[in-house]
C-alpha cells in the first residue's frame, strides 16, 4: 500500500503576481523549491490563506533569490498580488517510509526569502 504524505511545504508566501495570459502553473523563486525539496514540473498544492481558495497546479522554477511566487493562467483567477498562499508537495511511500518521514518546511519573511526550513510540525506549534 502507498501513503500519499506531505514532502515539503513553503509557509505563507506573498503572492508576488498573478498572469492570466499564461498556460498554467506556479512559478516559485528556485531557492525556495530547492529548500522545500520541490522540483521543477512536480505537482503542487496551493492554499490561499486570504479566500480559502485551493488548487492543485506544477511548478516553474522562478530566478533565485527573486522572491517570485506567480500564478499563472487560470490559477490567478484565485490569486491577486499580495495575498499569502502555502505551497505543498506530496510524495508517495510505503508505510515503513512513511512511519519516519519528516517533511521539509520552509519559512519565509516578507520578501519570500527563507528564514527557517524545519522539517516537524505539531498542532499549535512549529518546532
Same mark, same amino acid.
Given at each position: +500500500?502507498?501513503?500519499? +504524505? =506531505?514532502?515539503?511545504? /513553503?509557509?505563507?508566501?506573498?503572492?508576488?503576481?498573478?498572469? =492570466?495570459?499564461?498556460?498554467?502553473?506556479?512559478?516559485?523563486?528556485? #531557492? =525556495?523549491?530547492?529548500?522545500? !525539496? /520541490?522540483?521543477?514540473?512536480?505537482?503542487?498544492?496551493?492554499?490561499? $490563506?486570504?479566500?480559502?481558495?485551493?488548487?492543485?497546479?506544477?511548478?516553474?522554477?522562478? *530566478?533565485? !533569490?527573486?522572491?517570485?511566487?506567480? =500564478?499563472?493562467? @487560470?490559477?490567478?483567477?484565485? &490569486? #491577486?498580488?499580495? #495575498?499569502?498562499?502555502?505551497?505543498?508537495?506530496?510524495?508517495?511511500?510505503?508505510?515503513?517510509? @512513511?512511519?519516519?518521514?519528516?517533511?521539509?518546511?520552509? &519559512?519565509?519573511?516578507?520578501?519570500?526569502?527563507?528564514?527557517? $526550513?524545519?522539517?516537524? *510540525?505539531?498542532?499549535?506549534?512549529?518546532?
Amino acid at each position: +500500500m502507498q501513503l500519499n +504524505m =506531505l514532502k515539503g511545504k /513553503i509557509h505563507r508566501v506573498t503572492v508576488t503576481e498573478a498572469r =492570466l495570459d499564461y498556460v498554467g502553473s506556479i512559478t516559485v523563486d528556485s #531557492d =525556495l523549491l530547492d529548500a522545500a !525539496g /520541490i522540483l521543477e514540473y512536480e505537482k503542487v498544492a496551493v492554499v490561499n $490563506v486570504n479566500n480559502g481558495q485551493r488548487l492543485e497546479t506544477y511548478t516553474i522554477a522562478g *530566478e533565485p !533569490g527573486s522572491g517570485v511566487i506567480c =500564478l499563472n493562467g @487560470a490559477a490567478a483567477h484565485f &490569486f #491577486d498580488p499580495g #495575498d499569502t498562499a502555502i505551497i505543498m508537495c506530496y510524495c508517495q511511500m510505503d508505510a515503513e517510509e @512513511a512511519r519516519n518521514h519528516k517533511p521539509k518546511v520552509v &519559512f519565509v519573511d516578507e520578501k519570500n526569502h527563507a528564514t527557517r $526550513v524545519t522539517n516537524y *510540525e505539531k498542532h499549535g506549534q512549529i518546532a
